[in-house]
């Protein structure tokens, strides 16, 4: 009987991580395969449901949403002493949370900050904050303020929430936040290098994508611009132009600024949480996947992750998805012994999202019939089912 680890990441509107690697191993047993599931994400949305699924604790915390409404957020902890914490940036402040008209200029971190608050008051040693799908540009502003930063305008009023309010900041008073985190471990899940200002920073690259019109974009910099120029005068911190500190409209930067934290690939942060390299002990080969898988995987996706570290395991990886855009050549590079897509079985997309619990099922089959049979770690030249 062979060994096959399934550790997918989500198709993005069709099925979670979890879901997916489900009906892959539905299929791979009706072959009689022995499966393990174990779920990934790359710090994004989905990274607590795919931990709480590799035996994480979940855990629920009514927190303040993007733009002030209440939501039951999720975050996920360890049950070993170790004491982890994984918290997700879009379980509280995420662009789903957010009612239409999306408001760009008055979106707010504050309830992750609140989730940060519940995991170092449960014991956390280690807080591991994954970030993406954010709604706020507020570098973090919001976050911290739940934390107890005080950010103050010319009068000392607290600012209210939101980016385009950075404007007014006058001064800042994070008096009570060192002793609170000065033992605990905050390690950042970011995949992107953006810094906080600029062409490349949070409000110019991801403010659009959380409904800034270009004018918006020019208030939200000028907020961002104008709360590092402070952090840097009260605190003599200046991390603004760090690799990440752009990520999630610019909360890496005040996890940074303010917590210490480091920042680390989501995936590869992920996998070393759930003990991947010891799941693929003894394994014959692994499965992963997404829902598109193009050249942004090869850049650190979850997908790109995993087979990384099963080929310095020695076990072959196969890729799944519900459309391939990657040449056989781009598949070598990143890793992946062959590649089966959806498409393949129905071309009709939207008939492909709807079905793709069946179809991943299909597939599943198909890649036991194919390579299953063949000898252990014989890895075939990359193709599409």
């Not at 979940?58 to 733009?67: D, S």
């Not at 997700?88 to 949370?97: D, F, K, N, P, T």
């Not at 961002?224 to 610019?250: K, N, T, Y």
């Not at 394994?283 to 996706?301: F, W």
Request: hydrophobic share 45%; proline share 5%.
């Amino acid at each position: 009987m062979r060994r096959v680890v399934v550790a997918p990441d989500k198709f993005k509107g069709s099925l979670s991580a979890a879901e997916v690697a489900a009906h892959l191993a539905a299929g791979l047993r009706t072959e009689g395969s022995d499966v393990e599931c174990v779920p990934v994400a790359d710090g994004g949305d989905g990274t607590v449901a795919a931990m709480v699924t590799s035996g994480y604790q979940a855990q629920w915390t009514r927190v303040t949403g993007p733009l002030g409404a209440l939501v039951d957020a999720m975050w996920a902890s360890s049950s070993s002493g170790a004491a982890v914490a994984v918290v997700e940036l879009a379980q509280a402040s995420g662009l789903v949370l957010s009612p239409r008209p999306l408001d760009a200029l008055r979106a707010s971190s504050r309830g992750t900050g609140e989730l940060l608050r519940a995991a170092r008051d449960s014991g956390a040693r280690h807080v591991v904050l994954g970030v993406g799908g954010s709604a706020c540009t507020d570098g973090g502003a919001g976050m911290l303020q739940a934390l107890g930063v005080r950010l103050l305008d010319a009068n000392g009023r607290d600012l209210p929430p939101g980016g385009a309010a950075l404007r007014d900041l006058a001064s800042i008073d994070a008096a009570e936040v060192p002793d609170a985190w000065r033992d605990i471990e905050v390690t950042v899940a970011c995949d992107v290098d953006n810094p906080l200002l600029g062409p490349n920073g949070a409000a110019a690259v991801y403010g659009p994508q959380k409904g800034a019109s270009p004018s918006d974009v020019a208030v939200l910099e000028a907020g961002l611009a104008r709360f590092a120029e402070v952090v840097r005068r009260d605190l003599g911190v200046d991390v603004a132009d760090s690799p990440g500190a752009g990520a999630a409209g610019g909360v890496a930067y005040g996890v940074l600024a303010f917590l210490d934290a480091r920042l680390r690939s989501g995936i590869e942060l992920v996998l070393s949480l759930v003990d991947f390299d010891k799941r693929l002990v003894g394994a014959d080969l692994v499965i992963t996947g997404e829902g598109r898988l193009d050249t942004q995987t090869m850049r650190g996706k979850a997908p790109a992750g995993v087979a990384a570290a099963a080929t310095r395991a020695g076990v072959p990886t196969i890729a799944v998805s519900g459309v391939c855009e990657l040449t056989s050549a781009q598949l070598v590079e990143a890793g992946f012994t062959a590649a089966y897509q959806l498409s393949d079985l129905e071309p009709d997309l939207q008939r492909s999202i709807r079905d793709a619990g069946p179809l991943l099922e299909r597939i599943a089959t198909h890649i036991a019939a194919d390579l299953l049979a063949a000898p252990a770690h014989n890895p075939t030249a990359p193709r599409s089912s």
